[in-house]
């Protein structure tokens, strides 16, 4: 259980909501599977068995299940065409376009059931004590699914952005100008710049030693006027990730010696599961702090902010 990708968020700290309230109302979401008719269903699932929402050491685990059924664009119109061409011989001229719209009606919920489906899970960290949510998702649109459907289930949810006196753009552009990283951080070998105007130019350097000379040519590009929107660091020695001008946290990797350490003494799969959730979240007591600090330190979101915006 160890998150791969971060979407930071803020909740009140502590959140007074008790999780058996959470549970119960987490409830009202439960996870049904697609039915025949069904292009796409979602919903709540137990992270581990039992309860909607798994605790360890105050730490809450929840898990969004997706489902989708898989009937692609180009299989209905093929079979349009083809029921078209049908009907344009038997009746002597093509159908127009309000029967071709029915008629694509009619094929896609004849096709919808035979359809296979796929099932994708999320999962969410909740650390209610000191107020952070994170959702273990690529992008920030995989992540507003999450808290659309939170929404929807809550009778509350006071989520806020996170809010840094230093965007994350303007920090990176900082520690790449300076060349050095700030207090507990490293540079990795990852890097993007990209230009601001229309063009888009982009310069990335990938898996490549940002020393010197490559620190050279990165500063002249920031001269240039291109700016960082991605770049790799580790924390502490103990995790690494890559930074991008919204906020996100992906790539997250924990060190080895972390995950070996969330196994010793565990006997079985549930008691390794419990295990890295509760090194992986003891982690991030830490190193969310630390980068937030990295980043200017916290403020206040302003009032009626905008949940479309980008953490941080």
Request: glycine share 8%; charged share 30%.
């Amino acid at each position: 259980m160890w998150f791969k990708n971060l979407q930071l968020y803020r909740l009140p700290a502590p959140w007074k909501l008790e999780l058996a309230a959470l549970v119960e109302q987490l409830a009202r979401g439960r996870f049904v599977p697609c039915g025949s008719q069904d292009p796409m269903t979602r919903g709540w699932v137990p992270p581990r068995g039992g309860e909607l929402v798994h605790s360890v050491g105050g730490q809450w685990l929840l898990m969004l299940a997706v489902e989708q059924r898989l009937l692609p664009s180009s299989v209905v119109n093929q079979e349009v065409q083809e029921r078209a061409e049908k009907i344009a011989l038997e009746q002597g001229y093509p159908p127009g376009r309000k029967a071709l719209r029915d008629l694509k009606d009619r094929v896609t919920e004849e096709l919808l059931p035979r359809a296979f489906t796929r099932r994708r899970k999320t999962p969410v960290w909740i650390d209610p004590v000191h107020g952070w949510l994170g959702v273990d998702a690529a992008s920030l649109q995989k992540a507003e699914e999450v808290l659309e459907h939170l929404r929807q289930c809550l009778d509350d949810f006071p989520l806020a952005l996170v809010q840094t006196q230093m965007s994350p753009t303007a920090a990176m552009a900082d520690w790449l100008a300076g060349g050095d990283a700030p207090a507990g951080f490293t540079v990795d070998r990852d890097c993007e710049l990209k230009a601001m105007d229309d063009e888009k130019a982009a310069v990335r350097y990938v898996r490549h030693p940002l020393g010197d000379e490559v620190g050279a040519e990165i500063k002249a590009h920031l001269t240039a006027g291109k700016l960082p929107t991605r770049l790799a660091l580790t924390w502490d020695d103990r995790i690494s990730f890559v930074l991008t001008e919204k906020g996100e946290i992906k790539r997250l990797a924990f060190l080895d010696v972390l995950q070996e350490n969330a196994e010793q003494g565990a006997e079985n799969a549930e008691e390794i599961f419990d295990a890295e959730f509760a090194m992986m979240t003891g982690e991030f007591a830490r190193f969310i702090p630390a980068l937030v600090d990295a980043l200017g330190g916290e403020r206040a979101a302003p009032e009626g902010g905008d949940q479309d915006d980008p953490p941080f």
